[in-house]
């Protein structure tokens, strides 16, 4: 498995932008697509990007399609998720997760390794 710890959260108004970073630990890095999920105080956990191993597959929640993007650097050992046009709406704690396996896979458990998370406040 891989270890994994986010970073990059924060306070930011409506409109405004923030990129997260997620750090993994582990030589194996390369090999696993990775996404990032979100949780609103009293929703469930939900999806919100993915990319495949090499970074040139990415996939988006429609609610984020057009304001997040999803990129990696595998020299790094890092994914990053560059959010803009934030709304009150992306509020969340936002956690990063690893899949071994190919393919679009969008769901919680897909992912077998999760980092701890990085709080998202979005103000009006």
């Known amino acids: 498995q891989v270890q994994l710890a986010e970073s990059g959260g924060g306070l930011v108004q409506a409109g405004g932008s923030l990129r997260l970073s997620c750090a993994a630990s582990?030589?194996?890095?390369?090999?696993?697509?990775m996404g990032w999920f979100r949780q609103a105080p009293g929703k469930e956990r939900e999806f919100v990007a993915r990319?495949?191993?090499?970074?040139?597959?990415?996939y988006y929640a429609d609610s984020v399609k057009g304001r997040f993007t999803i990129a990696r650097d595998n020299a790094k050992n890092t994914v990053y998720l560059q959010m803009n046009s934030l709304k009150p709406e992306d509020t969340a704690v936002y956690y990063c997760a690893a899949d071994p396996l190919v393919g679009g896979r969008t769901r919680i458990s897909d992912f077998g390794s999760w980092g701890q998370g990085t709080q998202v406040t979005v103000s009006s």
């Open positions: 582990g030589r194996t890095f390369s090999s696993y697509a």
């Open positions: 990319i495949s191993w090499s970074g040139g597959v990415t």
